[in-house]
């Protein structure tokens, strides 16, 4: 089974893409052959400073790969790194209605949020739907606002071979919909643009004054508490065994006990769980040249892909 997903290099890595997006990312690769690409081309639709797209991408690379992608198992690869996805797209514009675009609801919020309504945004989902098929995917698993994506991707794949012969594989969206959303300390969905982050490699120092001023309700130290309802605990839960949830639990009902408290024993395992990663980052940054090379050979793996598949478009199509 071949497997596929992209990642947009956007901003510093937090907690909830860790849990939401790469943990879930990383395990697959050991339930098939894995393609994991650095979605630079797409990021041009949002990103408009050249230093910050180099910065970001450099940082997605070092992030993955310090939290235990294996380079051996997966081809992770940047997306210009194989440019035959560019010309794939332009071969699938020509079977895309117009129609299916403007449904896209990432499209339209994107627009609602004040981006300018370009050309590249708007084919954002055929450079998408190039980067599934160039490989041809089995699955491709993404958060739920992808999943139209996909759809989309299906739907040109399935038009391509109905009017050209069969060329791609009908690709599956795997949705990760058991993967909770994460609080941030403010108790909403933590992201990078609520400012509300706890980030996996920033300072240490900062990241423990920022634990320190998760939002908690008003009880007393002395009141019996409800673990359910406290974004410390929720935090905890991501880390902790059942056993260690179940004795701070317990802890919170006897009263007694004040957030602090919980919020040390946070801390504490947040901390550990990400140190190995943590000193594997600073290690890597040391080898920018191992990490330019790990790129390297997985858009070589990915090239030689990209390449079948693109000429046998080229030849249904009729340009070859
Ligand atoms: P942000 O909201 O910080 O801008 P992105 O939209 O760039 O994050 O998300 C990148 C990936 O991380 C997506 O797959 C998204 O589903 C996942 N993700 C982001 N925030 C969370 C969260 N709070 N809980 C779970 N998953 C998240
Ligand atoms: N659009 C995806 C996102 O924003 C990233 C992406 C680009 C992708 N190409 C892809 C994901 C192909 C899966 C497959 O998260």
């Not at 190995?276 to 790990?294: C, F, I, N």
Request: include cysteine; hydrophobic fraction near 40%; charged fraction near 30%.
């Amino acid at each position: 089974m071949r497997i596929l997903s992209g990642i947009q290099p956007s901003g510093k890595l937090h907690i909830g893409n860790y849990f939401g997006m790469m943990r879930p990312a990383l395990e697959l690769q050991e339930q098939g052959e894995a393609f994991l690409f650095i979605a630079d081309y797409h990021a041009l639709t949002t990103v408009s400073d050249p230093e910050a797209l180099r910065t970001g991408v450099r940082d997605v690379a070092l992030d993955f790969l310090a939290c235990g992608l294996n380079p051996e198992k997966t081809a992770f690869y940047r997306q210009s790194d194989v440019p035959e996805v560019t010309e794939l797209s332009w071969l699938l514009s020509v079977v895309t209605p117009m129609g299916l675009l403007e449904r896209c609801h990432s499209y339209k919020d994107k627009l609602a949020k004040g981006l300018e309504a370009n050309h590249g945004l708007f084919a954002y989902p055929v450079l998408m739907a190039a980067d599934i098929l160039i490989v041809q995917s089995d699955v491709v698993p993404v958060g739920r606002d992808q999943k139209q994506h996909v759809e989309v991707t299906r739907d040109l794949a399935a038009k391509f071979n109905h009017a050209y012969g069969t060329v791609f594989k009908i690709p599956e969206p795997s949705i990760r919909d058991d993967v909770a959303v994460v609080p941030g300390i403010d108790g909403e969905k933590m992201s990078k643009s609520y400012g509300n982050t706890l980030e996996i490699f920033g300072n240490e120092g900062e990241i423990k004054k920022r634990v320190m001023r998760i939002v908690t309700d008003s009880r007393t130290l002395e009141e019996a508490k409800v673990p359910e309802e406290c974004n410390v605990f929720k935090l905890f839960g991501l880390l902790a065994t059942e056993a260690q949830q179940q004795e701070l639990a317990e802890k919170y009902r006897a009263g007694g006990m004040g957030y602090g408290t919980a919020k040390k024993a946070f801390l504490e395992l947040l901390t550990d769980y990400f140190r190995p990663m943590r000193e594997k980052r600073a290690e890597l940054e040391q080898h920018m040249d191992y990490v330019e090379e790990v790129l390297r050979k997985g858009a070589e793996r990915a090239r030689a892909e990209a390449r079948t598949t693109l000429k046998a478009a080229r030849r249904a199509i009729g340009l070859e």
